[in-house]
């Protein structure tokens, strides 16, 4: 099964869609994941998104559907895959539905998580990860236990964050409606807590609620 994440910067898809991978043993395919790794390994890739990744500028969508593309032809279409972070537009929506389409498969589910805007800044700006094993904290909610060195994402500052969610009003909001007008959109609830949010999401995925 092929199912899409949508939701703002900071609306937990990450986390979210790791818990739905362990659940369910799909892939989890996040294109930010994908950069950033690209980055700390210095690829040419890596270096050449860099700049747009520091000041949460979206990268081309030639390049990034080219990357979803070449990992899902590596992976194989058997296992299928929670996209997280991707499509982040409609131009890349289209581009995923043809791919999976030429290759016998579909988006079975699109799931958005919404959250509200000072939800998001709230959570993004105080979020720290450990540089060691990429735990997630949060400044005040989950602090860091003294002696853990956490470092703050380039991209999370207030003024970055603020202009994430600016484009994602603008470019992402509409593949809801994209994927809605196909009968395949459920919207949870991304400002309950973490472990609810699962179980919708879980619930959602079992045909038991689908909005
Ligand atoms: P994320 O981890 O999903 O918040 O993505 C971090 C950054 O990676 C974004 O601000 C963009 O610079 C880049 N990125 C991730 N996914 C995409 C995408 N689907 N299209 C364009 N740029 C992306």
């Known amino acids: 099964m092929f199912i899409v994440i949508i939701g703002p910067p900071g609306a937990g898809k ?48 030639e390049l990034t559907i080219e990357i979803v593309k070449d990992r899902l032809i590596d992976l194989g279409f058997d296992r299928g895959a929670i996209f997280d972070g991707f499509p982040r537009n ?32 709230d959570r993004l700006t105080g979020r720290r990860t450990d540089m060691k094993t990429g735990r997630i904290y949060h400044v005040i909610y989950d602090p860091p236990p003294v002696g853990v060195k956490v470092e703050q994402r380039a991209d999370d500052i207030r003024e970055t964050v603020e202009k994430r969610l600016s484009d994602y009003c603008e470019t992402t909001v509409p593949i809801i409606e994209y994927y809605k007008q196909r009968g395949i959109l459920s919207v949870i609830d991304g400002n309950a807590d973490v472990d609810d949010v699962t179980e919708n999401l879980v619930k959602c995925l079992s045909g038991e609620v689908l909005l």
């Open 90 to 121: 409609v131009v890349q929506a289209q581009a995923l539905d043809d791919f999976l389409r030429d290759n016998g498969a579909k988006v079975s589910v699109a799931l958005s998580i919404e959250v509200q805007n000072e939800v998001v800044i």
């Open 14 to 61: 990450g986390t979210q869609a790791k818990r739905l991978t362990e659940e369910m043993g799909l892939i989890h395919l996040s294109t930010g994941d994908i950069f950033r790794e690209n980055i700390n390994n210095r690829t040419e890739l890596g270096v050449k998104v860099k700049k747009l990744l520091d000041n949460g500028i979206l990268v081309s969508d």
